[in-house]
Nanobody, 124 residues
Framework: QVQLVESGGGLVQAGGSLRLSCAASGRTFSTVAMAWFRQAPGKERGFVAGIDYRGAGTDFADSVKGRFTISRDNTKNTMYLQMNNLKAEDTALYYC?????????????????WGQGTQVTVSS
């Protein structure tokens, strides 16, 4: 059974940092891309950052470029999202997801597995 467990969310002041982790189990994920999405109240779930199967390629939403970095450790089946210079508009429930392709997609429909989410709240 595939399971994705996010951790690392919390309450932080604007300008602060958080590091999210996504631990995957149930199969090998080193052959597929992974990504972070987020959903704020009243908004659709949107792409934040993605990383290809080897960790060599990354992609970011324009709103987080220069502030967030994404990485993965395939030996640990774990993905990370380092979030710096957080803003109030980053407040959302953050989800990790596993793509059905080795390469990043920004479309939710391309992702087969999802975690339960971890809440990030940024106070201004």
């Amino acid at each position: 059974q595939v399971q994705l467990v996010e951790s690392g969310g919390g309450l932080v002041q604007a300008g602060g940092s958080l590091r999210l982790s996504c631990a995957a189990s149930g199969r090998t994920f080193s052959t597929v891309a992974m990504a972070w999405f987020r959903q704020a109240p009243g908004k659709e779930r949107g792409f934040v950052a993605g990383i290809d199967y080897r960790g060599a390629g990354t992609d970011f939403a324009d709103s987080v470029k220069g502030r967030f970095t994404i990485s993965r450790d395939n030996t640990k089946n774990t993905m990370y999202l380092q979030m710096n210079n957080l803003k109030a508009e980053d407040t959302a429930l953050y989800y990790c997801a596993v793509c059905r392709s080795p390469y990043i997609s920004t479309h939710r429909d391309e992702y087969d597995y999802w975690g339960q989410g971890t809440q990030v709240t940024v106070s201004s």
